[in-house]
């Protein structure tokens, strides 16, 4: 898989998991737990696709 496409790929999973949260954030019956483990998420690829982008040639 190329950089492009796996970037892609980690951004369209980022923008799915910020749409879930959203969802759970506005049901006051959803685990907390859930919320957490979400943003966790969330934040993991955040940060893989800020490295992939800061050393584009170690992928």
Do not use: F, W, Y
């Amino acid at each position: 898989m190329s950089l492009a496409n796996h970037l892609e790929t980690l951004q369209r999973k980022h923008g799915d998991i910020e749409r879930e949260l959203d969802e759970a954030m506005l049901h006051p019956s959803v685990d907390d737990l859930l919320i957490v483990r979400l943003k966790r998420r969330k934040l993991a690829i955040k940060d893989e696709i800020e490295k992939l982008k800061a050393n584009p040639t170690h992928h």
